[in-house]
Each structure stands twice: as structure tokens, then as C-alpha cells.
């Protein structure tokens, strides 16, 4: 089967989507990736498991996705270049990543008669909802909730498959009316074979060291683990919260830092590639998963969690739904309420007196990584929903 799926960034990096294209091809399909230009990439690439096309777009283009479903301006440059590439290849089906593109993905399925795979990494409408560009006035006047919430819905209905990345995605997919054996689940697994074991350092005391990788805006919640490390230094726990990534709440943390005076206690290492911050995972005592509780941190999974594990990382993590099933689960871990600092530093300041208490939730991790949390079983199910269509 020859296969288009269409991402609406650049790549690479992108582990989810190379992940199932190289899944894909393993089992035999011809894969082809239409993507975003970033810098001057190639505008095709024969890559070993796959072909990218990409194509440069505007920024005022770029920046109208967010009101697509008013104004198609967006709809309208995906629209040819998937034309395009139509009329050059012939595909069999074509795999939408995420919710926004979910309409050319149909109209696709309507013109060429491709089968239609609407893959959802997230709960796009409550995505939009909390993200601060929609609560402007013109966020508003472009992109409402309820428009989001019936274009999943129509669009989920018109999908000839969806993929989701968690149990209670699935679940809540179901709520709209779409038949569970249309859905079919393929998390944000590890590739075993990419990714290599950890030789751990042991337990650090004095400092206490915790880690936390990803992304850092107010949804994350990385505010209330600052407000927690302020906690333990009061009660004279030395910590030390190793912070990696970027995003649109940095200042806004490094403001808090400096007001609650817990500066040698936090390191911001800025966005760093996983080469790069192998002795952070080696010598992190807990890996910290902060998200803030919502409709959407309740449907998805984020990719580092089977890192830690596999990584042999204690976790302590907010009590989102995903995060808390898979921790009590697997026993790799431990939950709190996500907006409870004082219930976090309780928490971390227990396992720095009895640091035995770590040991029980390392080899638990690892192990259910081995056995089921990983990409060769969820890359299955992938070439399993593929299979379908023959």
C-alpha cells in the first residue's frame, strides 16, 4: 500500500511520526511524509523509511491555521500541495497527524478514493481553548471552542479509521458517537532500538536531584514545582531541579525563581538534545511530570514518561489521568494533585529522608517498558489497522 501522511510542521524531529513510517515500511508499505520547509531542507529526500516532500510557507499564512475553520487560507495551501503530490504518486491512503488537517485528509478520501486515517495526538479543542493566543480578541473572533468541538466531531465521524494515544482518548472518542472498533490506540511508545539503557549513579543526597524535560508553558505546570522546591529549602532539604526545555513560560519562571530566592537550586539548561543530557537522566533521583490537570493533559501521554522508565527514573507525576493510571499500574511512581505544592514537597522531602523508598519503583518501570510500553507492540497495532484496508 502506498501511504501519504501529512504533518503540519517540519521534520525531522518528529519520534511519534518516524516511529510509524519506519513501522510502516518494515511491513512492507511505501511511505511518503508532505511536511513544512523550515530553513532551506531539501524540497524532497529519499530518507530510508520513507520520502519527504516538503514546501515552504508564509507566516501569514502559517499564523491563520488557528482560524482555518472561518477562513481557509490555511485549508488552501495544504489543499494544492497535497493536489500535487496526488498528481505525481498515486497513494492508497492518506494519514492526517492531529486535528487541524483532518478536511483535506477527507476531501482527499472523496476525490482520490484513498482510505482516510485521522491520527490525534491531542484533545485539539481543549488544546485551543487553554492556549493564550485564543484569549485575545482577535483568538476569539478567529477560533471559538464549540466550532472545534463539532469539526472533531464530523470529522471523526468521517475518518475511515482514527488513532488515539491513550485509553481515555479512545474513550472519549467513543462519547462522540464513533463505534470503538474504529479507534484504535498507538501511544507515544519507546523505540527500544533507539534508545539505549542508562547506567545510573545511584542516590544523590544534598543536593536532592530532581529533573524535568519538555516543553515550558503555564500548562506544564513547572510553576508549582518551583513553588515546591521554595518549600524544601525552607524546611532545609537541599534540592536541585534540573529544568530542560523552552517555550513561551521561561521569563515568567525565571521571575518566580528570582522571587522566591531559589536560584542555586534550579538550573535552566535551555532546550537540549537528548545527547546531550544523558548525565542529567543518569543522576536524577525523581523525574518530575508537573502537567496541569485538564481535558486535554487527560487524553494524551507524553513521551518522556517511558523514558524515565526505561531510564530506571522514579517518577512523580501530577494527577492527570494517563499519568496516574500508567505510574500505579507499573508501580514506577507516584501522583499528586497537580496544583498542591505543599503536597509535592511532602512527597519529595519523605523520599530524601528514606531514600529506600526510591528503589521500589526502579526496576518496575524499566521492566513494563520491556513488556508492553514500547514501540514494537504499539507499531503493531499501527500496521494492524493498515492491514484492514487490504
Not at 463505534?179 to 539503557?197: G, Y
Not at 511532602?346 to 528514606?354: N, R, V
Request: hydrophobic share 40%.
Amino acid at each position: 500500500m502506498k501511504i501519504l501522511i501529512v504533518l503540519d510542521h517540519p521534520f525531522p524531529p518528529h519520534a511519534r511520526v518516524e516511529n510509524e513510517m519506519r513501522s510502516l515500511t518494515e511491513a512492507g508499505h511505501e511511505v511518503h511524509l508532505a511536511c513544512l520547509q523550515s530553513n532551506q531542507e531539501p524540497l524532497t529526500e529519499k530518507m530510508p523509511y520513507c520520502t519527504v516532500h516538503r514546501r515552504p510557507i508564509s507566516k501569514f499564512i502559517y499564523k491563520t491555521s488557528v482560524g482555518v475553520l472561518k477562513f481557509p487560507f490555511y485549508f488552501n495551501y495544504w489543499r494544492r500541495f497535497v493536489k500535487d503530490l496526488f498528481a505525481a504518486e498515486h497513494f492508497d491512503a492518506i494519514h492526517i497527524c492531529d486535528l487541524p488537517l483532518a478536511q483535506v485528509g477527507y476531501e482527499a478520501k472523496c476525490k482520490y478514493g484513498a482510505h482516510f486515517v485521522l491520527d490525534l495526538f491531542e484533545n485539539w479543542p481543549v488544546l485551543l481553548q487553554l492556549s493564550p493566543h485564543t484569549q485575545t480578541f482577535l483568538g476569539k473572533l478567529l477560533s471559538t471552542h464549540r466550532q472545534w468541538v463539532e469539526y472533531e466531531k464530523k470529522m471523526c465521524a468521517l475518518a475511515d479509521k482514527i488513532v488515539v494515544v491513550v485509553d481515555e482518548a479512545k474513550t472519549r472518542i467513543e462519547g462522540l458517537g464513533i463505534p470503538a472498533e474504529k479507534i484504535v490506540v498507538v501511544s507515544n511508545t519507546l523505540n527500544l532500538s533507539q534508545f539505549d539503557p542508562m547506567k545510573r549513579k545511584g542516590f544523590s543526597k544534598d543536593p536532592f536531584r530532581m529533573l524535568y524535560v519538555g516543553g515550558i508553558n503555564y500548562h506544564r505546570g513547572i510553576q508549582y514545582v518551583i513553588q515546591a522546591v521554595s518549600l524544601l529549602k525552607k524546611r532545609g532539604i537541599e534540592v536541585h531541579f534540573d529544568l530542560v526545555g523552552s517555550g513561551s513560560y521561561v521569563e515568567t519562571i525565571k521571575g518566580m525563581i528570582e522571587e522566591l530566592n531559589v536560584a542555586d537550586n534550579v538550573t535552566l539548561h535551555g532546550f537540549k538534545l537528548f545527547t546531550e543530557i544523558c548525565d542529567l537522566y543518569e543522576s536524577a533521583n525523581v523525574a518530575l511530570i508537573p502537567h496541569i490537570k485538564s481535558g486535554h493533559t487527560d487524553n494524551t501521554i507524553p513521551h518522556k514518561i517511558f523514558q524515565y522508565m526505561y531510564a530506571e527514573i522514579p517518577m512523580v507525576v501530577s494527577n492527570c489521568d494517563p499519568l496516574v493510571r500508567i505510574v500505579n499500574e507499573t508501580h514506577s511512581g507516584v501522583s499528586y494533585h497537580y496544583n498542591q505544592p505543599e503536597e509535592l514537597a511532602g512527597i519529595l522531602a519523605d523520599f530524601y529522608e528514606h531514600p529506600e523508598k526510591l528503589g521500589n519503583y526502579i526496576q518496575h518501570g524499566r521492566q513494563a517498558v520491556i513488556d508492553k510500553y514500547n514501540w514494537e507492540v504499539d507499531g503493531r497495532r499501527l500496521v494492524g489497522l493498515y492491514a484492514c484496508f487490504a
